[in-house]
């Protein structure tokens, strides 16, 4: 494998399911991400973890919980969504510059993810 | 507030031009990123733009102008395989990107 995966691509559940997506980056970088991206809306950066430390967007609900157990993977843990939660989920992937800024990020394919 | 604007759809011909805007208000300003990405899949890199004036890249191309918080990518000898969304990013001054809600662009036969 190579570049950046994500599993499941696909992904229906029950506003009281559980589940977790996964990602995982076969490029070196020490920086990944979570987006959710809503049709005809700009990316929203989720969360970020970067030199083993995460970023948090602070309007990020709690029903998401990402995890990060090395830097080639990271997870985001679902639980009691809400439809509207309904959209694509990239991950992405990054190396951190020297002064601390992201080059490039590189992107999986996503999870396409329903909520009913 | 920071803003990305790009134009919501555009429709172009087979074999040939087009030119896509965008134009930026962010908090500092640290390169400006195209991505390409067809329906289903993953964003893909195109271009990064830090200093002004127009980077080529094969058919593609993209201008930046950091005075008027202005940047376009320039598509040629457009393919059916061209049609996609494509995403302009700013990187600002907390090396945050902020993205447009991207162009998606229809090339008809």
Redesign the interface.
């Known amino acids: 494998e190579t570049g950046v995966t994500q599993t499941p691509r696909h992904l229906v559940m029950g506003m009281t399911n559980k589940k977790s997506l996964k990602c995982e980056q076969h490029l070196g970088h020490n920086a990944m991400y979570w987006y959710k991206q809503s049709a005809k809306k700009p990316l929203e950066l989720m969360f970020v973890y970067s030199l083993e430390e995460r970023v948090e967007n602070n309007s990020v609900p709690s029903r998401f919980s990402p995890e990060c157990p090395n830097s080639s993977h990271l997870f985001l843990h679902l639980h009691t969504l809400q439809p509207e939660d309904s959209a694509l989920y990239l991950c992405a992937s990054s190396q951190e510059g020297p002064a601390g800024g992201a080059e490039t990020q590189y992107f999986g394919p996503g999870t396409r993810l329903l909520v009913l | 507030g920071q803003n ?1 604007d790009q134009p ?1 759809e555009m429709t172009a011909t087979e074999g040939a031009i087009v030119q896509i805007n965008c134009t930026y208000q962010t908090s500092g300003f ?1 390169g400006l ?1 195209w ?1 390409q990405q067809h329906a ?6 195109l271009s ?1 733009n830090v200093l002004d004036g127009l980077e080529e890249k094969g058919r593609f191309s993209s201008f930046l102008s950091r005075s008027k918080g202005y940047s376009y990518l320039l598509l040629k000898e457009l393919q059916m395989k061209d049609s996609a969304s494509y ?1 302009c ?1 700013v ?1 600002d001054s907390n ?8 162009t998606k662009l229809i090339i008809k036969p």
Do not use: D, M, S
């Open positions: 990305i919501t640290n990123f991505y289903g899949e993953a964003p893909t890199f990064y995403l990013a990187r090396y945050q990107l902020i993205w447009g809600a991207g």
